[in-house]
């Protein structure tokens, strides 16, 4: 399995930026995909996750409302819409990705099987 992130770069606050991740190698559609990010001196933050269908969703209380996450089957990737971003959503965002049969209801899966590169956000005047 392989997962490639891209779609990262600098950005203005109160700009937007989507990110993309193309998941490659998963003999099945029962998977969670998330965008983790990690930012200097910060602890790891799973921002937002997905599992197979697009309304199984979770996102962090920190960018509930301003991020989107999307997933397409047929295109196997992943999707991070972006908006209002500001200085604090710095950092180096990954895609990782696990086998996953459940709800994304109340909170996204805690290990990750496989991951991708990070792809860097700034977010700066």
């Known amino acids: 399995v392989q997962l490639q992130a891209s779609g990262g770069g600098l950005v203005q606050p109160g700009g937007s930026l989507t990110l993309s991740c193309a998941v490659s190698?998963?003999?099945?559609?029962?998977?969670?995909t998330a965008w983790i990010r990690q930012a200097p001196g910060k602890e790891r933050e799973r921002v937002a996750c997905?599992?197979?269908?697009?309304?199984?969703?979770y996102y962090a209380d920190s960018v509930k409302g301003r991020f989107t996450i999307s997933r397409d089957n047929a295109e196997n990737s992943v999707y991070l819409q972006m908006s209002s971003l500001k200085p604090e959503d710095t950092g180096v965002y990954f895609c990782?990705?696990?086998?996953?049969?459940?709800?994304?209801?109340?909170?996204?899966?805690?290990?990750?099987?496989?991951w991708g590169q990070g792809t860097q956000v700034t977010v700066s005047s």
């Open positions: 990782a990705a696990v086998a996953f049969y459940g709800s994304l209801r109340t909170r996204c899966p805690n290990t990750y099987t496989y």
């Open positions: 997905i599992g197979r269908s697009g309304g199984n969703t």
């Open positions: 190698g998963f003999n099945s559609d029962h998977y969670a």
